[in-house]
C-alpha cells in the first residue's frame, strides 16, 4: 500500500483553501447581527457628547412616551441591582451606565430598549441629560499636574490620577552599564492611540429564560469562556446556567476581549423583560469607546561601547489608559510584556520603570493586534536601536548584526528574564538586505537626490513572545492561561473539533483540522471544526496574543495523540498481534515487519463503535488541555524602502520584504494572509492611523473619514520570505504568527522615512508620519512630536 | 446608524418629482448617488420628511459635447461614467479630476450634478465647475433658468436652487483656443476628501494663454474662486517666472485652517505646489508638442 500523501488529505504545510471562506464570500456568514430570535427587542445606548461632567440630572420621561420603547435604564436602573459598576480584566472598575459622572466622551449613560432599533434611536434623542462641565484631562502631563481634578472620586484610596508604577530589571547592574559606555543614544517618542476597529463592531443579544432560569448570550467575542466566568461573577448567575455563543466574527484584533457595559446592559434588559434583546453598536460606538490601542510615551536610553557593542538599556513608559484601566492582559503584569522589548539583541543589563495614568479618554489598552504591549516595546526597541546606530555612525545591518542574538547561544535568558529558545537571527536579516538590494542602496540614494528625491531604508528586526503562557506566569483574573481541544472521531472516521479558542478570520477552521489529518492521517474534509460555544466548547481562554496555535493548537495535536493511542489498541485487536508489534504510518497501522497486513484510522473508528476488545470503553473521543512549557518566539526581518517627495512630504513605498521565522507552517498560505494583513495594519499605523483628542477631550476619530483604515488602493505590495526554525517545546514546532507583521512592521516604514530625511538632522517624526508632518520635519529640520512634553523624573 | 423616520417617493417623470418637491414646502429632499446625503441621514445631521429618489427618472444619465464644443452633465450622469469617458479630450481639467473623487465604488453612485449641489467646501466637481465656468441648469414649477457657478455656491452645503427645483444639467463651455488644465488633490487616503486640491483651466491660444481658471477645494470655509488670482497669465506664456507668480498668487487666495490634515501654511504651500506642478506639465507637454 502507498503511503498517504500529507499535502494530498489537506495535513501540515499544505496551502489548502480556507474552508470558511466558503460561506463568507458567499454572504451566508452567521454574525450576531444576523441572528433573530422571537419576540427580540433592540436596544440602542445613549453616548455623553462631553468627556467629564458631572451628571445633575437625566429625565428619561420623554423617551417612555414614544410608542414601542419597552424600557429605558440608566444608571440608576443598574445600581439598584448592583450593576452599576464591573470589574476589567486589570482589578479596576468601570461603569457600566454613568451614575455620577461621566469620564469621557462617548461613555454610556443610559439605554432604551424597543420594538425596533429605529424607535430606540429616536427615543435616545428625548433623554435629556444635564450635565455640569468640569475640567477635561487628555494626556498624561494634565493629569499629574498637582491641580488636576479627580478623575477617579469614585474611588477610595486615590488621590491622584496615577493607576501605576511599575518596575522591572536590574537597576544597578543597568546603572554601571551606563557608567562604563562609550557612547549613549537617547530617544523619546510616542505610539499614538489607535484602534482595532474590527469591520464588525461589538454586540449582543441576550435571552433570559426565566422558565428555565437558563441565560444565554450571543456575543462578539474573542473569549466566551472568561466572559461566561465574568458574567457568573458579575451578574451572581449560576455558571451552568450561562450560555455564550461567539458566532462568526468579523475581525477581532484584541477589541473583543474586554466586557463592555452594551453587553451587561442588555442582559439586565432581557431579564427585565423577558424577552431577547439586541445591542450591536454602530462604528462611531465602536470608534469612540471601545477598547483602544497604544497610547504609550517612551524614554528609552542606550548604553554602547565604540565598537557597537550594547552594554545596557533603559525604558521609561508613561502610558495613558483612559478613564478606567481596563487592559486585558495577565495579571502580572502592569504594562503588558514591555519588557519583552530587546529580546532578539543580546544585552546584559536593562531597566524598565512605568506609569500608568487616568484620562479623560476611552478605556481600554487591549492588545491591539499583539501580545500586550509588545506592539509598543518592538516599536520602541527598532526606533532606539536606529538612533543608537546613527549615534554611533555605524551601519544599521552591521549594528544589528553585531547586537543580534547568535544561533549557538539558545536558550537564551533575557536581561528581563524570558527564556528565547531558538531562531536564526543573522539567517533572517541577511536574507532581507540581499533582497532588499542593500549593497546598492547608498548609490540609489545619491542618484535619486540628484532628482529632487529623497530614498530612504528602514530595518526593523524582533523576536516576540507568543502564545501566553504557561501558568506559573500567566493568568488573567486568576485563571491560568492554557487551552484546550476535544475531538470525536464518528464511526466512519469523519470527526467533529472544539477548542477553547476562538477564529475570528484566522482560519481556525482550515487549520486546525490540518493538524489532525497530520496527527492521524484523516482527511482535513473530513473535520469539522466548532468554536464559541461554551456549552460545547471545552474550556479555553480564547483568541488573542497569537495564542491559538502556541497553545489551543498544541492541545489539538496532543488530543489527536491520545486518540491515536486508543485506535492502536483497537488497531492490535482487529490485527490479533500485541500492541507492541504495530507500526504506525500516516493513517493506517500495520504489523511489524509485515507492512502489507494493516488497518487504517477509518477502520479503527468503526471499530470503536462496534468490535472493541474486551475491557475497552466504545467511542473514540477525547480531550486535551494544554499548558505550554513556554512562550514562543518567532522573529522577523522587515526592511523598506521608500521614496519621499521634499515638496510635498507625501511618501511612497519603493518595496518592502518581509523575511518571517514563525517554525513550522501548518499552512502557508494563511500565514501569508496573516503577514500580509499584520504588515497592512503596520502601514496604516506608521502613514495615516491614530485617535486624537481636542483640549475639550472631543475625540478626533470617531468615523471612518477620520480613522483612516488603509484599503487595497494605496497599501504596497509585499514580499514575503521564510525561514524555518521549528519552536523545540511546541508539538508540532510551531511558533506563533498573527501578529509578527503589525509588531514589528512599524518601525520598518518609520525608520525608513526618518532615514530619507536624517541627513537634515531630524531623529525623529511621530507616528502617523502623514505628509504634512514629514515636510515640517524636513523644512525645520527638527523632530515632530505629536505629544505634548511629558515630565522626566 | 438608524435615520430618522421618512417618507419616500420614487417619481418616473421630472414634472412629477418638481410637482411632490413643490408640495413638500421645502421639507422634501431629492435622492441622487446618496453618497452624501445617505451618510448625513445616518448620522442624523439631516431629517427631511421625505426624500424625491430621482434614479428612475428617465434620459438624465447623459454626458455629451455638443457640435459647438459645450459638455453638458446630465443629472444622472455618475462619477464613474466621467472617470471611464472618451469625451472629454476637451476637459483635461475634469478627465483628471474623475478619478480622485473619492474611491471606487463611490464613483459608481455617486452623480456630478448631486456633488456640485452638495457644495461641500472639500468637493472635487464644484471646484472643477469654478474653474471652467460653468454653470448649472436648474428646472422648477416655472420652468428652467440657468445658474452660472459662481453664483451657484452660495456658502457651505448651500446652493441657490429653490426647494421645487432638480439640477437638471451642468453646462461647461467649450475652451476658446486649445483646452489645458489639470487636477492635483493631496489625500491621505483614497476616498479621502481632499486636504487641499487644486483645478485649473487654460485656454491658449498658441503658447499664449487667453483666459485662466481655477479654483480650490479643502483650503477655506467654500470652494475658492481663484479665477482672479489666476488671471496673471492672462496674456501670457507659461515661462518660469510667470508659472511662479501665478502659483504665489493663486495660494495667497486660499484661506486654510490649521487642523489635524496641517496647519494653515502647509495647505498654502500644497496649492502653491500643485498650482506650479499643473502649469509646468502643461507647459512642458506643449514644449513636447512644439
Ligand atoms: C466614502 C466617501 C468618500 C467621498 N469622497 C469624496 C471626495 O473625495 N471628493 C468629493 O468631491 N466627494 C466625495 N464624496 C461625496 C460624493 O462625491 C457624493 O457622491 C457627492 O458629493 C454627492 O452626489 P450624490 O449623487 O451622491 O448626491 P446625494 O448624496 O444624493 O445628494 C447630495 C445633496 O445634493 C442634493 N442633490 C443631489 N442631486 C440633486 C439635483 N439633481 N438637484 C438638486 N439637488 C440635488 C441632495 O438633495 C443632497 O442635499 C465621498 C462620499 C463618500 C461616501
Redesign the interface.
Known amino acids: 500500500m502507498a503511503p498517504l500523501d500529507e499535502l494530498k488529505i489537506g495535513g501540515m504545510g499544505a496551502s489548502r483553501r480556507r474552508v470558511e471562506d466558503n460561506r463568507f464570500i458567499r454572504g451566508k456568514g452567521r454574525y450576531v447581527d444576523d441572528i433573530v430570535l422571537p419576540g427580540m427587542l433592540h436596544m ?1 445606548v445613549l453616548r455623553s457628547p462631553v468627556a467629564h461632567a458631572r451628571i445633575k440630572s437625566i429625565d428619561t420621561s420623554a423617551a417612555w412616551e414614544i410608542p414601542g420603547v419597552r424600557l429605558v435604564l440608566t444608571g440608576e436602573t443598574m445600581a439598584a441591582r448592583n450593576l452599576a459598576w464591573m470589574p476589567t480584566l486589570s482589578y479596576d472598575t468601570q461603569a457600566v451606565l454613568a451614575t455620577d459622572k461621566v469620564r469621557f466622551q462617548g461613555q454610556e449613560v443610559a439605554a432604551v430598549v424597543a420594538d425596533d ?2 424607535i430606540a ?2 427615543a435616545c ?1 428625548k433623554i435629556v441629560v444635564e450635565y455640569e462641565q468640569l475640567p477635561p484631562i487628555v494626556n498624561p502631563v494634565q493629569a499629574q499636574a498637582p491641580d488636576a481634578p479627580l478623575i477617579r472620586d469614585d474611588k477610595e484610596n486615590q488621590p491622584t490620577n496615577k493607576i501605576f508604577d511599575w518596575e522591572i530589571g536590574d537597576k544597578a547592574a543597568t546603572d554601571r552599564a551606563f557608567a562604563e559606555a562609550d557612547v549613549i543614544s537617547k530617544t523619546e517618542l510616542h505610539y499614538p492611540r489607535s484602534h482595532p476597529s474590527p469591520l464588525e463592531p461589538c454586540g449582543s443579544i441576550a435571552d433570559y429564560d426565566r422558565a428555565t432560569g437558563k441565560l444565554t448570550v450571543y456575543m462578539t467575542t474573542q473569549a466566551p469562556h472568561i466572559i461566561r466566568a465574568a458574567v457568573a461573577m458579575v451578574a451572581e448567575l449560576p455558571e451552568h446556567m450561562i450560555r455564550i455563543v461567539s458566532p462568526d466574527l468579523g475581525g477581532g484584533f484584541g477589541n473583543k476581549v474586554p466586557i463592555y457595559p452594551g453587553y451587561v446592559v442588555s442582559i439586565l434588559a432581557s431579564i427585565l423583560t423577558e424577552r431577547p434583546v439586541k445591542w450591536i453598536e ?2 462611531s460606538g465602536n470608534l469612540i469607546s471601545t477598547g483602544f490601542g497604544r497610547d504609550v510615551y517612551l524614554q528609552g536610553e542606550i548604553a554602547m561601547r565604540k565598537d557597537g557593542k550594547i552594554l545596557g538599556m533603559r525604558m521609561h513608559t508613561i502610558s495613558d489608559h483612559g478613564a478606567f484601566y481596563a487592559d486585558a492582559q495577565p495579571t502580572k503584569f502592569k504594562i503588558g510584556l514591555m519588557h519583552s522589548a530587546f529580546a532578539c539583541y543580546d544585552i546584559p543589563a536593562a531597566h524598565l520603570t512605568s506609569e500608568g495614568w487616568y484620562t479623560n479618554k476611552a478605556p481600554g489598552g487591549v492588545a491591539y493586534r499583539c501580545s500586550f504591549r509588545v506592539t509598543e516595546a518592538m516599536f520602541f526597541q527598532e526606533r532606539m536601536i536606529h538612533n543608537a546606530a546613527n549615534d554611533l555612525g555605524m551601519d544599521q545591518a552591521e549594528f544589528r548584526r553585531v547586537n543580534l542574538v547568535k544561533d549557538d547561544m539558545f536558550p537564551y535568558r533575557t536581561a528581563f528574564g524570558f527564556l528565547t529558545d531558538s531562531g536564526q537571527y543573522k539567517k533572517c536579516l541577511d536574507i532581507g538586505l540581499e533582497a532588499i538590494g542593500y549593497q546598492n542602496f547608498k548609490a540609489e540614494q545619491e542618484e535619486a537626490r540628484k532628482r529632487g528625491k529623497l530614498l530612504g531604508i528602514g530595518i526593523s528586526t524582533m523576536t516576540e513572545p507568543l502564545g501566553a503562557g504557561n501558568s506559573r506566569e500567566y493568568d488573567i483574573i486568576g485563571i491560568k492561561m492554557f487551552d484546550s481541544a476535544e475531538l470525536r472521531v464518528h464511526m466512519t472516521g469523519k470527526a467533529i473539533l472544539r477548542t477553547g479558542a476562538k477564529t475570528q478570520g484566522q482560519g481556525h477552521e482550515t487549520t486546525w483540522a490540518q493538524i489532525v489529518a497530520h496527527e492521524l492521517g484523516i482527511p482535513a474534509d473530513d473535520i469539522v471544526v466548532e468554536e464559541g460555544d461554551t456549552d460545547t466548547a471545552p474550556f479555553g481562554m480564547g483568541t488573542y496574543a497569537s495564542r491559538s496555535t502556541p497553545v489551543a493548537g498544541a492541545a489539538v495535536a496532543m488530543v489527536s495523540r491520545k486518540i491515536r493511542a486508543k485506535a492502536r489498541k483497537i488497531a492490535a485487536h482487529l490485527l490479533e498481534v500485541s500492541e507492541e508489534d504495530i507500526e504506525w504510518e500516516l493513517g493506517r497501522f500495520y504489523v511489524r515487519g509485515n507492512p502489507e497486513r494493516g488497518v487504517t484510522i477509518q477502520d479503527c473508528a468503526l471499530a470503536a463503535y462496534s468490535n472493541v476488545p474486551d475491557g475497552m470503553e466504545p467511542g473514540l473521543e477525547n480531550n486535551a488541555y494544554y499548558d505550554p512549557p513556554n512562550l514562543t518566539w518567532p522573529f522577523a526581518a522587515y526592511i523598506c524602502k521608500v521614496e519621499v517627495d521634499p ?2 512630504g ?1 511618501w511612497d513605498v519603493l518595496k518592502f520584504v518581509a523575511v518571517d521565522d514563525c517554525g513550522v507552517r501548518i499552512n502557508p498560505m494563511v500565514v501569508e494572509g496573516q503577514i500580509m494583513g499584520g504588515l497592512t495594519e503596520a502601514y496604516a499605523m506608521a502613514n ?1 492611523q491614530y485617535i ?1 483628542f481636542d483640549e475639550e477631550g472631543n475625540c ?1 476619530g470617531a468615523n471612518y ?2 480613522y ?4 487595497a ?2 497599501t504596497p505590495g509585499f514580499e514575503l520570505h521564510e525561514v524555518v526554525t521549528p519552536c523545540p517545546h511546541h508539538p508540532i514546532g510551531a511558533k506563533g504568527i498573527g501578529e509578527c507583521a503589525t509588531v514589528g512592521g512599524p518601525a520598518a516604514f518609520v525608520n525608513a522615512v526618518i532615514n530619507a530625511i536624517e541627513h537634515t538632522g531630524v531623529r525623529n517624526v511621530d507616528m502617523p508620519l ?3 508632518r514629514v ?2 520635519a524636513l523644512k525645520t529640520g527638527s523632530d515632530i512630536s505629536g505629544m505634548p512634553p511629558v515630565r522626566v523624573d | 446608524m438608524y435615520p430618522s423616520r421618512f417618507a419616500y417617493d420614487a417619481p418616473s417623470s421630472l414634472e412629477e418629482a418638481i410637482a411632490i418637491l413643490d408640495a413638500g414646502g421645502g421639507e422634501a429632499k431629492i435622492l441622487a448617488g446618496g453618497q452624501s446625503l445617505i451618510p448625513m441621514l445616518k448620522l442624523r445631521f439631516a431629517a427631511p420628511e421625505r426624500l424625491v429618489d430621482i434614479n428612475s427618472l428617465p434620459g438624465l444619465d447623459y454626458h455629451r459635447v455638443d457640435p459647438d464644443g459645450t459638455l453638458r452633465i446630465g443629472a444622472l450622469c455618475r462619477h464613474e461614467d466621467l472617470e471611464f469617458s472618451d469625451k472629454l479630450d476637451a476637459f483635461p481639467t475634469l478627465a483628471q479630476a474623475a478619478a480622485l473623487v473619492a474611491d471606487p465604488i463611490v464613483r459608481t453612485r455617486g452623480t456630478f450634478v448631486g456633488s456640485v449641489c452638495h457644495a461641500d467646501p472639500q468637493g472635487d466637481w464644484a471646484a472643477t465647475m469654478i474653474a471652467l465656468d460653468g454653470s448649472i441648469v436648474a428646472q422648477g414649477p416655472n420652468g428652467r433658468r440657468e445658474i452660472p457657478m459662481s453664483d451657484f455656491v452660495l456658502g457651505p452645503f448651500v446652493n441657490a436652487l429653490a426647494y421645487n427645483e432638480i439640477a437638471v444639467e451642468a453646462v461647461i463651455p467649450a475652451a476658446k483656443g486649445t483646452a489645458r488644465g489639470g487636477y492635483l488633490k493631496l489625500e491621505r487616503r483614497v476616498g479621502d476628501f481632499a486636504t487641499a486640491s487644486v483645478a485649473v483651466a487654460l485656454d491658449m491660444d498658441g503658447d499664449t494663454v487667453r483666459r485662466a481658471g481655477c479654483a480650490l477645494a479643502g483650503v477655506g470655509g467654500r470652494t475658492i474662486d481663484a479665477n482672479d488670482a489666476i488671471s496673471v497669465l492672462v496674456g501670457k506664456t507659461l515661462t518660469d517666472e510667470n508659472i511662479a507668480a501665478a502659483a504665489q498668487a493663486v495660494a495667497a487666495a486660499a484661506e486654510p485652517r490649521t487642523d489635524h490634515r496641517g496647519s494653515a501654511d502647509y495647505k498654502r504651500h500644497i496649492v502653491e505646489t500643485f498650482v506650479s506642478r499643473i502649469l509646468t506639465n502643461i507647459s512642458r507637454s506643449e514644449q513636447k508638442a512644439a
Open positions: 440602542e432599533p429605529y434611536k429616536d434623542s454602530d462604528k515638496a510635498t507625501v495615516m486624537t478626533i473619514m477620520d483612516l483604515l488603509p484599503t488602493w494605496e502623514m505628509p504634512n515636510y515640517e
